[in-house]
């Protein structure tokens, strides 16, 4: 049951160093997300992707750019990374054809920037 | 638009106390409605879920009732155990399904 799997688990990044955290699911869901979690504000989303071919910003996309490489796999990428996005990451997938689909999260990503 | 608001914590209760975290809504339509339970140093998990109004989620000794009328859905446990430690989020989905709109989250404490 691996469910929606996400790497690394956590990373350590300069400030401008560039990354890119990868994401899969096994659930044959279409629609994959990416949340970043901070002390006291919950999930914010960064971007979300309905069906494979198609990406969308949510909340907080600036810094940020995704790929939907196929049904499976949702990457999210930071291209210089600066020490705000110090954060945990957390991607996450859902069925969603009817709106009474549940979303599924990874184990998250812990990633600092110094 | 589409919100949750949720009790700010955190909460501290003693083993064996009654649990009650509130959570309302703002949204169009008929949202689905969530409680996802995060214990530390993981993902968020499904607790239990309502779709519709008047529905009752239930699991693990939880439950939380779709109030429609008071827009909410309180999430109760009558006897908390200290495994229950955890931060727990009230959640929404939009109609379409390709939204979803999360509290800030409540921090639980159980004390033996």
């Known amino acids: 049951n691996a469910g929606v799997t996400q790497t690394p688990k956590f990373q350590v990044l300069k400030t401008g160093q560039s990354m890119t955290l990868q994401c899969a699911q096994d659930?044959?869901?279409?629609?994959m997300y990416w949340y970043r979690q901070d002390p006291g504000m919950g999930l914010r989303l960064i971007y979300y992707?309905?069906?494979?071919?198609?990406?969308d910003k949510g909340e907080v996309p600036n810094g940020y750019n995704v790929s939907r490489l196929n049904k499976r796999e949702f990457s999210l990428r930071l291209e210089s990374a600066a020490p705000s996005q110090t954060s945990v990451y957390f991607c996450?997938?859902?069925?969603?054809?009817?709106?009474?689909?549940?979303?599924?999260f990874g184990e998250g990503s812990w990633l600092t920037v110094v | 638009g589409n919100s949750v608001t949720q009790m700010e914590g955190p909460v501290t209760l003693s083993e064996e106390a009654f649990l009650t975290i509130n959570c309302t809504y703002t949204a169009t339509g008929y949202p689905s409605l969530f409680w996802y339970v995060q214990y530390p140093g993981e993902g968020l998990q499904l607790l239990l879920k309502?779709?519709?109004?008047?529905d009752k989620g239930s699991n693990k000794g939880f439950e939380a009732t779709y109030r429609k009328e008071t827009t909410s859905f309180h999430l109760e446990k009558g006897s908390v155990q200290v495994s229950d430690s955890a931060v727990y989020f009230c959640a929404l989905s939009d109609l379409s399904g390709n939204q979803f709109y999360f509290g800030t989250g409540t921090s639980l404490t159980v004390i033996p």
């Open positions: 659930m044959n869901h279409n629609s």
């Open positions: 992707s309905a069906s494979e071919g198609t990406t």
């Open positions: 996450a997938s859902s069925e969603a054809s009817t709106g009474r689909n549940t979303i599924y």
């Open positions: 309502a779709t519709k109004a008047d």
